[in-house]
T-cell receptor
Framework: QKEVEQDPGPLSVPEGAIVSLNCTYS??????FMWYRQYSRKGPELLMY????GNKEDGRFTAQVDKSSKYISLFIRDSQPSDSATYLC?????????????FGTGTQLKVEL | DAGVTQSPTHLIKTRGQQVTLRCSPK?????VSWYQQALGQGPQFIFQ???????QRGNFPDRFSGHQFPNYSSELNVNALLLGDSALYLC???????????FGPGTRLTVL
């Protein structure tokens, strides 16, 4: 079983829709939770970063963490064609003096006109 | 504010060869991590360098090695290349070992 599970999609939605992206994880030691956006053949771009259970909002994006259920979500409101990308969830773990990120496989999102 | 930069952008090598990839961290950052991203997969952690020392290592063979220089830039070396080493290699930087990581554009390595 992978430490982080993420539905790879693809997910296709009409412009203006609310998008829900989700990840589950098995390691309760994960401390920080992030969402990255990756356009084709580019590096991941940090979207949201949180460390506690609850919601965090930034513009059209809301990140939700439920540590008791080991479940995180990213909601995108009023989705735009420019949101079409792969969305990666990532979780950090501090061990041995270092900090590594463990990623999901990514969900490919397409927002259509 | 300069972000994370990586060179080269693309690289083609043959099996058995050796390759060196380079990374300069974001301005003000002192920690560099390397990740391998195969097509259709999420990035996999290779190792992290802080204060010129390898602080943590992922599940990669010894063929993968690295170095961090006094100016915080870093190199990733891969020896005895295999076809399966073909991937996007990503460098990420942060401050210390406890903050969020910002990624560069990556180096796409193709092994023939």
């Amino acid at each position: 079983q992978k430490e982080v599970e993420q539905d790879p999609g693809p997910l296709s939605v009409p412009e203006g829709a609310i998008v829900s992206l989700n990840c589950t994880y098995s390691n309760s030691a994960f401390q920080y939770f992030m969402w990255y956006r990756q356009y084709s053949r580019k590096g991941p771009e940090l979207l949201m970063y949180t460390y506690s259970s609850g919601n965090k909002e930034d513009g059209r994006f809301t990140a939700q963490v439920d540590k008791s259920s080991k479940y995180i979500s990213l909601f995108i409101r009023d989705s735009q064609p420019s949101d079409s990308a792969t969305y990666l969830c990532a979780m950090s773990l501090f061990t041995g003096g270092g900090n590594k990120l463990t990623f999901g496989t990514g969900t490919q999102l397409k927002v259509e006109l | 504010d300069a972000g994370v930069t990586q060179s080269p952008t693309h690289l083609i090598k043959t099996r058995g060869q050796q390759v060196t990839l380079r990374c300069s961290p974001k301005s003000g950052h002192d920690t560099v991590s390397w990740y391998q991203q195969a097509l259709g997969q999420g990035p996999q952690f290779i190792f992290q360098y802080y204060e010129e020392e390898e602080r943590q290592r992922g599940n990669f063979p010894d063929r993968f090695s690295g170095h961090q220089f006094p100016n915080y830039s870093s190199e990733l070396n891969v020896n005895a290349l295999l076809l399966g080493d073909s991937a996007l290699y990503l460098c990420a930087s942060t401050v210390g070992v406890g903050d969020t990581q910002y990624f560069g554009p990556g180096t796409r390595l193709t092994v023939l």
